[in-house]
């Protein structure tokens, strides 16, 4: 296949097709994909129908297909996009090759192969999305210690490259409120849904400024509106609906969270993705050291789903989500072999395991078990770790309130104040005055 004859995406970058319904196909499916709604993947399906050799639409099929869990049918539409690839621009070879990375689990390579390729193809909008997305998901290795920062430093030179555009704009607000820079990051999303107000991205944006600056109340409510003109198949539904159930829990509606569960975050109910478990163990694992009672049915779907960790470690954002999965259902022997799989790659030399994953694991295991001192002890000195194991702020702070609650159930209250300050300098939280008059007064005691 040649380099079709001016057939260009809105981004003015060549794809290389010789059909302009393929090309047409697959700037519509790029839109949804950065938009996250309902129907990305049949949209890139009919891009490979109309031009079966184009090389980025078989990539892109394969990236759908990862991020629903379908591992097998990823790594064949990477290869074949790979064996097309040969034909096609220097650009799309790259993007081919980072979205191979990603589905064979490199992501550490995908990284530097994303950073080299935007300081030359900086309007390459689909990259621009994988690095936040390859960040989130977590690198391997040491891990990325200041990856919010890393990010807004990444894509904070492409702004001048597009403008006003409303696809970049919902990236630009996501760098933002994850270095707490969070008016500039209602200004990017607002304006992003003011040209495409179906953009879950940038509607996902809106709801961590709310959660970063403590108004639950304003972040249920704009969720709520949003929510129901949104298509409950679309990517970002089960996401979306856990922003949503974490201002519940804020605002003191546990039964609200727990519907919300069951309707739409709930594996068994929800088609599984990447984000399935993060979103089930985190919201559960709130309840149930909040002492809001979470559906314990539930933990042996979040097992199902949680098990690949426990056969072969390695994504830190999956593995300490599986931790949570594996402690509270009481799976003991998958817990023991997740730990002794962190281990090893300590022992290989992986500083990430070594450093975090390893005692984060260890502690959630001592928790889940009421061995508060050792869950403390493992626990003790990895807030400002956190970041390593990717994910946003708020997808972290789960790890963050075990910490807290560690300390607290430990006695160790000194400790427990001090996170809590630190926390309440950042935001209002009634949860957050709640525990600190708890540490006080037990203190006091």
């Known amino acids: 296949m040649q380099n079709g004859n001016g057939v260009k995406d809105r981004y003015e970058l060549t794809l290389t097709t010789e059909s302009q319904q393929a090309a047409d196909h697959y700037v519509d499916a790029l839109d949804m994909f950065i938009a996250q709604t309902y129907g990305v993947e049949q949209e890139f399906g009919r891009a490979v129908e109309a031009d079966e050799g184009m090389a980025v639409a078989h990539a892109a099929l394969g990236l759908l297909q990862l991020y629903r869990s379908a591992p097998e049918e990823a790594k064949k539409s990477a290869e074949r996009a790979q064996a097309l690839a040969v034909h096609a621009t220097k650009r799309e070879r790259q993007q081919v090759e980072a979205i191979s990375l990603m589905i064979n689990g490199q992501n550490d390579k995908a990284y530097r192969l994303i950073q080299e390729h935007l300081k030359e193809f900086p309007r390459d909008i689909l990259m621009v999305r994988l690095a936040s997305r390859v960040l989130i998901l977590g690198c391997s290795g040491a891990g990325v210690a200041n990856f919010p920062e890393e990010l807004l ?3 904070k030179p492409l702004a001048s490259d597009y403008g006003d555009d409303w696809a970049f704009l919902g990236q630009y607000a996501f760098a933002h409120h994850e270095t707490g820079q969070f008016a500039d990051a ?3 999303a607002e304006r992003s ?3 495409r107000p179906d953009n879950a991205n940038a509607s996902h944006s809106v709801a961590h400024v709310f959660f970063e600056t403590g108004d639950p109340d304003g ?12 298509d409950r198949r679309g990517p970002f539904n089960v996401h979306l609906s856990w922003h ?6 804020a605002t003191g509606r546990p039964e609200n969270a727990v519907s919300l569960y069951e309707d739409h975050i709930r594996p068994t109910v929800m088609k599984k993705n990447l984000g399935s478990l993060q979103d089930a163990a985190s919201l559960m694992w709130r309840m149930k050291i909040y002492g809001d009672g979470e559906p314990e049915e539930s933990w042996n779907e979040v097992l199902e789903i949680a098990r690949p960790a426990a056969e072969k470690p390695g994504p830190a954002f999956r593995d300490a989500h599986a931790a949570l999965a594996f ?4 799976h003991t022997e998958e817990m023991g072999k997740l730990i002794s799989g962190l281990d090893a790659m300590a022992g290989e030399g992986n500083a990430l395991s070594r450093e975090v994953m390893l005692p984060l694991a ?5 928790f889940a078990d009421e061995s508060y001192d050792d869950a403390a002890d493992n626990l003790d000195g990895l807030v400002d770790q956190l970041s390593r194991i990717g994910g946003s702020h708020a997808q972290r702070e789960v790890f963050e309130d075990t910490i807290l609650e560690s300390y607290i159930r430990s006695g160790r209250f ?6 809590l300050n630190t926390r309440l300098k950042r935001r209002t939280s009634v949860r957050d005055e709640v525990w600190l008059g708890r540490t006080m007064g037990a203190a006091a005691d």
């Open 186 to 188: 209602l200004i990017y």
């Open 244 to 249: 949503q159930a974490l201002f519940q829990l």
């Open 153 to 155: 430093a990444m894509v």
């Open 362 to 366: 260890k502690g959630i295991e001592a």
């Open 327 to 330: 402690a509270a259902g009481g």
């Open 193 to 195: 849904l003011e040209q």
């Open 414 to 419: 000194d400790k427990a104040q001090e996170l």
């Open 219 to 230: 972040g249920s409510d704009f969720l709520g509106d949003w929510l129901d003109g949104y």
